[in-house]
């Protein structure tokens, strides 16, 4: 973690905070991305000044001009982190320091203002700790967004020298329909999510942005999920519109694309990886190509499929749509390791199993 110092918040609660009654209410079926929390922390960077004007303070909209370039040049990135109630109703946040150092990553590859890890938890830790009633118990948690956007008002094609930080969190529950135990996902053979050389490691807006048509022709097919290919060949799995893949083999062993600038280094991925491993998985990270995805699931090698992400947690791939037709992964429902790494995974999560990794983070 960065040494820097700390900054101080400046702190101005909601004068109007949402009444106890409306929060439960709210609390009891969220909706993802839908239903947001009183407040929000925000922190600007100035070229020359650093960073400063640190405050917790009542959710509202920014005023920007039209000339503000985040609107014209796309220098936006992102967090995506959970806050969880776990026994006794102690508020825990999972591994929120790899959140802060791909948020670090992550500026550096969009050329913008690097934030110190300490601040950034210190931010997530404010917002998490004032709004804390919004954070459900049973299945649900909070999830916060993190992000940051050139601020500064000019027309050139240049890195800005203004930047606005933000923390804003909103009550979840499971990211694809409740009761599904398994979704089904189209393989585009069109469109791509990034190239060799590109921002595919950087949680940017624009990543996202490009690969919403892939998602509507997904949604199109009858499917919950784009899988991309690779921008070279056409050929080899990359990963989810927003989550990576791992795939489980007849020997037991877990397969997963491999992380070469393509790929968003998910942290969930990385959990996956140890988890699995500290089991007795053996974990291959090698490139894995469609044609054998499809012959391997056909014959029974690949016995189970699952993607992970914050959102999704770990959920099972049950069937595979393409341009040439359809196959089922296994008996189309979720399997045996994809459960049991799921149960694991939320288990340390939610501090219903007992963490040996250390990636529990307790909010005082």
């Given at each position: 973690?960065?040494?820097?110092?700390?900054?101080?918040f400046?702190l101005?609660p909601?004068?109007g905070?949402?009444?106890?009654?409306?929060?439960?209410?709210?609390?009891?079926?969220?909706?993802?991305?839908?239903v947001?929390t009183?407040h929000?922390v925000t922190?600007r960077?100035?070229?020359?000044?650093?960073w400063?004007?640190?405050?917790v303070?009542?959710?509202r909209p920014?005023?920007?001009?039209?000339?503000?370039a985040?609107?014209?040049?796309a220098?936006e990135?992102?967090e995506?982190m959970?806050?969880?109630?776990?026994?006794?109703?102690?508020?825990?946040?999972?591994?929120?320091?790899?959140?802060?150092?791909?948020?670090?990553a992550?500026?550096?590859r969009?050329?913008?203002?690097?934030?110190?890890?300490?601040?950034f938890l210190?931010?997530v830790?404010?917002?998490?700790d004032?709004?804390?009633a919004?954070?459900p118990?049973?299945q649900?948690?909070?999830?916060?967004r993190p992000?940051m956007f050139?601020?500064?008002?000019?027309l050139?094609?240049r890195?800005?020298?203004?930047?606005?930080?933000?923390v804003i969190?909103?009550?979840?529950?499971p990211y694809?329909k409740?009761g599904?135990?398994?979704v089904?996902?189209?393989?585009s053979?069109q469109?791509?999510?990034?190239?060799?050389?590109?921002t595919g490691?950087?949680k940017?807006g624009?990543n996202?942005?490009?690969?919403?048509?892939a998602?509507?022709?997904a949604?199109?097919?009858g499917?919950?999920?784009?899988v991309?290919?690779?921008?070279a060949?056409?050929?080899?799995?990359?990963e989810?519109?927003?989550?990576?893949?791992?795939?489980v083999m007849?020997d037991?062993?877990l397969?997963?694309?491999?992380?070469?600038?393509t790929i968003?280094?998910g942290?969930?991925?990385?959990?996956?990886?140890?988890l699995a491993?500290?089991e007795?998985?053996a974990v291959?990270?090698?490139?894995?190509?469609?044609?054998?995805?499809?012959?391997?699931?056909?014959?029974g090698?690949?016995?189970?499929t699952?993607?992970?992400?914050?959102a999704?947690?770990?959920?099972?791939i049950?069937?595979v749509?393409?341009a040439g037709?359809e196959?089922?992964?296994?008996n189309?429902?979720?399997?045996?390791?994809?459960?049991r790494?799921r149960a694991?995974?939320?288990?340390i999560?939610?501090?219903?199993?007992?963490?040996?990794?250390g990636?529990?983070?307790?909010?005082?």
């Open positions: 973690m960065s040494t820097e110092n700390s900054l101080q400046a101005e909601h004068p905070p949402t009444p106890a009654d409306q929060i439960a209410s709210s609390l009891e079926n969220p909706v993802f991305g839908r947001f009183d929000m922190i960077w100035t070229d020359g000044r650093g400063h004007d640190a405050r303070e009542a959710r920014f005023q920007i001009d039209p000339a503000c985040v609107l014209h040049y220098q990135i992102f995506g959970k806050a969880y109630r776990g026994e006794g109703g102690k508020i825990s946040l999972f591994r929120p320091l790899e959140n802060a150092r791909r948020f670090r992550s500026a550096a969009m050329s913008m203002a690097d934030l110190p890890e300490a601040t210190q931010a830790e404010a917002l998490v004032i709004d804390r919004w954070i118990g049973s649900g948690s909070l999830y916060l992000f050139a601020s500064e008002n000019f050139g094609v890195a800005s020298a203004e930047f606005i930080f933000c969190a909103c009550p979840v529950g694809f409740p599904k135990s398994a089904t996902v189209w393989v053979d469109y791509t999510r990034a190239a060799s050389g590109g490691a950087a940017c624009g996202y942005a490009a690969s919403l048509i998602q509507t022709e949604a199109a097919k499917c919950d999920q784009v991309f290919l690779d921008a060949e056409h050929r080899w799995i990359e989810l519109g927003g989550m990576n893949v791992f795939f007849d037991g062993s397969r997963t694309p491999p992380l070469k600038g968003l280094p942290i969930t991925r990385a959990s996956i990886i140890e491993r500290h007795g998985i291959n990270e090698t490139p894995y190509d469609f044609a054998s995805w499809r012959a391997d699931a056909a014959s090698r690949v016995r189970e699952f993607a992970c992400g914050t999704a947690v770990v959920t099972a049950g069937q749509r393409h037709g196959f089922t992964i296994g189309g429902g979720e399997g045996e390791v994809t459960q790494l694991l995974l939320t288990g999560q939610r501090g219903s199993i007992a963490d040996p990794f990636w529990v983070h307790h909010v005082a």
